[in-house]
């Protein structure tokens, strides 16, 4: 593990320019840096339809991480047959067999070639243009794999969670120690490890909330999300209480959510996905998953939910008919919850949440299925909520943060949200409950898992693959 400190810090003086970026605008992918031999097609087909899930330069093909296939022939296979367990679609309907071959053997051949993980670059010397803000991006660690929890101790350490089943404590003049006493945990496709959030009387109780993906104890192969809360005994968490595993468990390793906020009330928020079922769960109150659920502290269900007298329910459910949160945050001028939520190929979205709403997956969307196909052309009903923002393409947000900080110059209550697609992060102007302009900074950066407000009033950024963690210095405007 290499840790390097604030005085250590090579800086480029990249300064990058930036420019707005409004969120139905349709521009904006990147075409990989790697010179082939195959024509344009077959680079716009990539773009257009894998891209979004494996990223625009290849990254998730990048230092060998092959999940279901590795030759040629097996890639053909994958594309055209799909993996439902892991939420890859079949392209059997979209491309023809040549499309397949010339494709499958793009993604073989640029992987091959491009070492994505080796040319990523540090930006040092970043620029918000409407504010006239400037900042230095400090690499605070480097060289972890995939950073997703970020939480600040009283004392200033930071535990941050490896999606893959480390829990671990950064403190700058030790590096990083790691902390025993997790659960059984399901690693794999997108889940594990994920989400922290410290009671908001941390100092007074100790408690520490903890989401990951467990496994079903009567079938391994199936697993859903779980919450649960701990207490920090040195490196040993002490005190583990699971307060609530959603239900009912299935075989997919996607879509499962994981974000944890408290609000004013010290209620506690957090999401499930969908879990790949799209047409099963979102629309039912009988299940956990697609849901946004509310309980208090210790798990028990508030006597105001929604459903609470609603027979068959699951009553811990605050809103439904979501398909991905991975962003919950507190807006702190009106002590509302925002969330945003991945789409399919296009549709994410911002939502502010209202006790029992149905925000209308996959009912009502900005997107399309993965192959290109339309799964619904209705975007507005009545009796579903309207996004107040959503992006066409995806952006594959991820993380969420408003500005509390007075040390940025123009951000107070503005929003921070990262791209995992696109790899920067983007920066919402917020007024009046609405989104009213958009800028991409860090552009490049790497695919960006989380941002949080520090207790120094700096803005943390953690990125994956390569995982590292920056802290985003302001330059005098003086």
Known sequence: MKILKPGMIILSCLLVSLGFYFARDTGGVLKPTVKTDYDEQVVQNYKNYCAGCHGHRLEKFADDNWMFARSEAEIVAVIRDGEEVSGMPSFSQTFTEKEIDALAGYIQHAAKTMAVGKEKKDFSLDHAVETGT??????????????????????????????????????PDIGLVEIHGLPSIRAGGQGGLMDLQLHPDYKSNGWIYISYSYYDEEDA?????????????????????????????????????????FDRDGYLYFSVGDRGRRDNFPQSIENSNGKIH???????????????????????????????????????????????????????EINILHSGKNYGWPVISYGINYDGTIFTKITEIAGM???IEYYIP????????????????????????????????????????????HEKLLQGIGRVRNVRVGPDGYIYVAVEKPGKLLRLIPVDNE
């Open 294 to 348: 509310r309980l208090y502290d210790d798990g028990r269900i508030p006597e105001d939910n929604p459903f609470i007298n609603t027979p068959g329910a699951d009553k811990s459910i605050f809103t439904y008919g979501h398909r991905n949160i991975q962003g919950l945050a507190m807006n702190p001028q009106t002590g509302e919850i925002w969330a945003h939520e991945h789409g399919p190929k296009g549709g994410d």
């Open 134 to 171: 400037a900042f230095w991006a400090e690499t605070i660690l480097s060289d972890m794999d995939s950073p997703w929890g970020l939480e600040f101790l009283p004392d200033g350490d930071l535990l941050i969670t490896e999606r893959y089943g480390s829990l671990l404590r950064f403190n």
């Open 221 to 261: 192969s199936k697993g859903n999300t779980a919450i649960m809360r701990a207490k920090l005994d040195g490196n040993q968490l002490t005190e583990q209480e699971i307060i609530c595993k959603a239900t009912p468990t299935v075989e997919t390793q996607h879509h499962y959510g994981s974000r944890i906020e």
């Open 385 to 387: 909520e309207q996004p």
């Open 394 to 437: 995806s952006i594959a947000p991820c993380g969420m943060a408003f500005i509390t900080s007075t040390r940025y110059k123009g951000w107070e209550n503005c929003l921070l949200i990262g791209s995992l697609s696109f790899e920067y992060l983007e920066f919402c102007k917020i007024e009046n409950n609405a989104v009213v302009g």
